[in-house]
């Protein structure tokens, strides 16, 4: 469900007159900034939660649903009809391409897996459930794991620390740090729990568009990047590695992204709002 860290306090324009002076201030220090249209107004917003209770919505309905036996087909099958019954959109259908409605990636698969009648879901797998959604053309993001069966000690310490490190990056994100404060957080806590994070993929802006800047990567150096700003909307969704952090993409298919060394991988992933004195966490 969604939760308040702290309590919003935006003007309709989407930010007040302190923040726009902060801007200005470290504008002037040479700051990286985002740019104006990332910072989201009080109409858009209200936009954005929309589409983020739907998507919320679909992953309770998928979590009351999804068991072992059923293939990744059913869970697309349901992600659709879901979402649709909502007068929604399911974002990533025909997206660049991508032809199901949702990402369903198991095992050493670290993302972007398409679903499949002839893959089915057996006692011990890890997977990872993507959905986003389209709501009156305000676009929302999340993915959480689930645990199929009897699943080993190692793949549910793997899908713990991971939420964990999701978590921490959440802590990380507040107004006025860096992003690389976020991924510094991420990084810190799966390489003490001898876990690597995944270079090549990373959180993204979201809410006017399915991606938009800025990227937002899961690991880094504190104090570098660009600053977080009152009004930005992006994802957090670290791609956790039990083994090495190299990944090879499916030449078959183009989509699906595999760890190169076989290992398992595991994600969560929520789109937060930063706010003046905090921010709000719209998927989960």
């Keep these: 469900m969604k939760k308040f860290i702290h309590q919003p306090r935006f003007t309709p324009k989407g930010y007040s007159d302190e923040v726009e002076n902060k801007i200005q201030r ?3 220090e040479g700051a990286r900034l985002p740019q104006r249209h990332l910072l989201r107004t009080e109409e858009q917003l209200e936009g954005i939660r929309q589409s983020a209770r739907i998507n919320t919505a679909l992953l309770d309905y998928i979590a009351q649903n999804i068991h072992e036996g059923m293939t990744t087909a059913e869970i697309d099958h349901l992600v659709y009809a879901f979402t649709t019954d909502h007068d929604a959109i399911p974002a990533p259908f025909l997206y660049e391409g991508f032809p199901k409605s949702v990402c369903t990636s198991i095992n050493d698969i670290v993302c972007h897996g398409i679903p499949s009648p ?3 879901l057996q006692s011990g797998d890890i997977v990872n459930v993507d959905v986003s ?3 009156k053309g305000y676009f929302s993001d999340a993915s959480r794991m689930f645990l199929i069966g009897e699943v080993s000690p190692e793949r549910r310490r793997l899908v713990e ?3 964990e490190c999701r978590d921490i990056g959440i802590k990380a994100a507040q107004p006025w740090a860096r992003l690389g404060d976020v991924g510094a957080a991420i990084q810190e806590h799966a390489e ?3 876990y ?4 090549d993929l990373c959180g993204h802006g979201c809410g006017i568009k399915f991606h938009e800047e800025p990227d937002v990567e899961h690991f880094g150096k504190k104090g570098t ?3 977080i700003v009152p009004g930005m909307t992006f994802t957090i969704e ?4 039990a083994g090495r952090y190299d990944v090879c993409i499916d030449e078959e298919d183009g989509w699906t992204v595999f760890t190169d060394d076989g290992s398992d991988s595991a994600q969560w992933e929520s789109m937060i709002l930063i706010t003046e004195t905090g921010n709000e966490v719209l998927t989960e």
């Design 26 to 28: 470290y504008r002037k």
């Design 118 to 120: 002839n893959v089915r």
């Design 133 to 135: 959604t389209i709501y």
């Design 161 to 163: 620390v991971t939420r």
């Design 192 to 194: 003490k729990n001898g």
């Design 196 to 199: 690597s994070v995944v270079r």
């Design 225 to 227: 990047g660009m600053l």
């Design 238 to 241: 670290p791609m956790i590695n």
